[in-house]
């Protein structure tokens, strides 16, 4: 079944402003205007991040609503599929995200607005545990983008973690997908928008 509503969940730091949010806006708007897209800004706390998820994506249809999401966003995007059982398609996704972000607790700035700060406090951590889910229950579910040439996150784990899963595992790359055009079309066919 096509997928009417479409879920984008950017990365730690990032915004709906990034490279890739935008790139998906547009092509949702150009080639699917029927598509409901959401791309939120995601509060630091990762508890308030998935509970305004949560509350928006309620009354989705579960089998016509899908999810991409990139870095911490690919995570929360693991979440949400295992939730509703919807598609998801992750790109670069973080895999032990409490491990990896332990070291920024205190104050950040965010990345596409340098003077906006905000705080990464002890308890996210214990947040991000609280929605680390197993191996996903079906894989067939997913499509993953992963670089090896990732400079934040190591794509043997990130590959690890989704057995089963289809990867397009990238020789190159890096962390931000800056080469995102070149597999914009086989996410959107993944997706299958209507």
């Known amino acids: 079944m096509q997928a009417t509503h479409l879920l984008y969940l950017h990365g730690f730091r990032s915004s709906p402003r990034s490279f890739k949010a935008q790139k998906m806006a547009a092509a949702v708007r150009e080639r699917h205007p029927r598509v409901t897209w959401w791309c ?3 509060p630091p706390s990762p508890r308030e991040a998935m509970a305004l998820v949560g509350e928006q994506v309620r009354h989705w249809p579960r089998d016509r609503m899908a999810v991409v999401g990139s870095s911490l966003g690919g995570f929360y995007a693991t979440w949400v599929a295992e939730e509703t059982g919807c598609r998801a398609v992750l790109l670069n996704p973080a895999v032990d995200p409490a491990r990896d972000l332990h070291r920024y607790i205190g104050e950040q ?3 596409h607005d340098p003077e ?3 705080e990464v406090r002890p308890e996210f951590m214990d947040e991000l545990r609280a929605l680390q889910r ?3 229950t079906r894989p067939e579910r997913y499509f993953a983008v992963i670089a090896k ?3 934040v996150l190591d794509w043997r784990e990130m590959t690890g973690r989704y057995p089963g899963v289809r990867i ?3 020789e190159g790359g890096d962390h931000a997908l800056s080469d995102f055009d070149a597999h914009l079309e086989e996410v959107l066919a993944f997706l ?3």
């Open 109 to 111: 700035t965010a990345w």
């Open 40 to 42: 939120p800004q995601l």
């Open 168 to 170: 397009k595992l990238l």
């Open 134 to 136: 197993g191996p996903v």
């Open 192 to 194: 299958d928008l209507a």
């Open 116 to 118: 906006e700060r905000f």
């Open 149 to 151: 040439g990732d400079e």
